[in-house]
């Protein structure tokens, strides 16, 4: 007979106290506190605090970060090729290993609350698929822990780099779970054919799809609906994700309402970091058109940027700033985004705090579920499939 | 003789480690670390970590402030008047006095590091001078810890509510530091009758002035030449601030050439919080030409938002992200602001970190200046005076 084991005092999303009841790594039941068997070993008394399913970082980039590392001074040029090549020439000779950088940058989202990650993986033939292998190896040694999905994606370009495809298609073979591409039109300067090859590669390997688009306003309009054209006609309703779609910052909300509805109905997800510097999408209206949205880190302390720390609870923090967001309803929908959004745009099967659900959970004090976006304390429980992983916001070796 | 304390091996602003000595609150010296005489009473061991001035919160509404209550769903309308009236409601009767409400965030932000604040003060017919009175008094009660400004600030504005013009001279004759503005076209309507009468009360009662600028665009900048010319008319060189200043985002940075040089040379500091869902001051171009920028947090969750935690550091990082920045360069940039940019702007006579100075420091551990901003390490011992007021970000009741 499994072994149960109670979550005492812990407000679920900030409602009414409950115990939670964990059997074999899931939630078994939600019981009004106090109600459970006193008999049950106690996994952890929340003392009231709040209990969150665990967060989801839908778009990072962990085999670029500098994790661990002493600080440098970022020294890209200003463009985007400039900095593709600064990358390039810091990373093809780095002296240390993936596995190191990012396994010590998982640890840490970790120790933040997030247990759910989409990844890209660069796929240049500067590198080849090392950091496919690298990243891989890493989905295997934290599998027990984290569900991290990987992309395969062609930072450099993927037509213009002679060599690219190949390396795509062995990636996928590999067993990366995602098609990647990027800008389509600005970086490869031949926005139909790129798409034709990502969704071609989506069909055969039965992958989903995810496009890091910058390209800007009308070019990168153009290029959504072409996504969602290739989307219907290969029948890969929610398993596209479109991510930044920065071009969607540049219209009046109230113009997007047909394409909304369009990727709405193709279930297409919109990833945002909800940056500060560039136009992004109109996140409330697209959500008020049951378009999903979700979020992420980005690069973090990489050759891009030294910025990023890897909490999704502070970026929810950083989208509201985006918007202006102060009713609670609203820092709830931020929260929504860097939860249940990332869930559903990853394809997460069983998500959140009902019985059946895994027991991979967020303990953190405060008032309301508002309150700890605002707040973002950093004394963070995480438990994943029943266990204590994160004590204090940090990770714990198990 | 007055009797030498030390402070071992810390970093001025990341530079090599040396041992401050402090002498009757002063910074005495700065010598290589290691060299201080052995005898000297040692109030810090830094152990490398980074020593800055403290910093400067430039502009923050600690009346209005709700902290240590109990989460408060935002509840007013769109609009700024909906605002104004929606805090008239809620202040009016409400419970919990400011000394306390204001009293323990001031607490709160010496144990971030900012020993240094300009809070305006809302003066109104509805409360008259309550606010003042209370503000007046935390000044008196914190003043053995830090410099606090007070900006009588017409919140509802000046023209429109009989009675406030009144209030406004008896705050300054009470003792408040500055007059403060609001909007002279949108709220008010007579943008140079409500300049007028702030001028001739500077004038008058030899203070600075202190404007809240969020009119738009062309009607902004046209109030701003007005200022100007009022500046130097009455020969306010150096005693004026213009805050938000959200029409100067309108443009592009370099029509604002002229304007900014006239900013320059009238010593009018430009104040911007950086906020990411409006337009802001093109600020690395307003510093390129010489033009003071300080920042502040604004509201700190009160009625208008309950964002905010009065962390001078982290508004530095949100700067940076504010505007893309990521060279080690920008990110000092944004220290700059948060620290000797505030100091010229509130017109500090003695700060910083040479010989001479109040000590007034902030010990974190970072590896440099630039990751100070990226990291925004809790763990803050902040020194007021050459007493230690703050362990860990925590403030020591002294």
Redesign the interface.
Known sequence: MPISQVIRNVRPLGAAAVDLVIEAGKIKAALPTGSADAKLSCLLDGQGQLVLPALVESHVHFDKTLWTR??R??T?GPTRNDRIRNEQVLLQDFGVPIAQRAGALIEHCIGRGSLYFRSHVDVQTVWGLRHVEAMLALRDQYKHLIDLQLVAFPQGGLLIQPGTAALMQEALEMGVDIVGGIDPAAIDRDPVRHLEALFEWAVRYDRGVDIHLHDPADLGRWEIERIADMTQACGLQGRVMISHAYCLGAFAPAELHGLADRLCELEISIMTCA????TVPPVAMLRSRNVNVCSGSDGI?DA????G?GDMLERA??M?????W???AD?EMAFDIVSAGGARALGLQAYGLAPGCPANLLVLPA??L??AV??RS?RRAVISRGKIVARDGVFLSI
Chains 1, 2 share one sequence.
Request: glycine share 4%; aromatic share 10%.
């Open positions: 002493p600080w001074p970022n890209a940056p500060s510097h560039v302390r891009w940027s030294p910025m720390n923090m950083l509201a700033m985006r918007f202006g102060s009713k609670d820092l008032e309301s508002a309150a605002v707040d950093p």
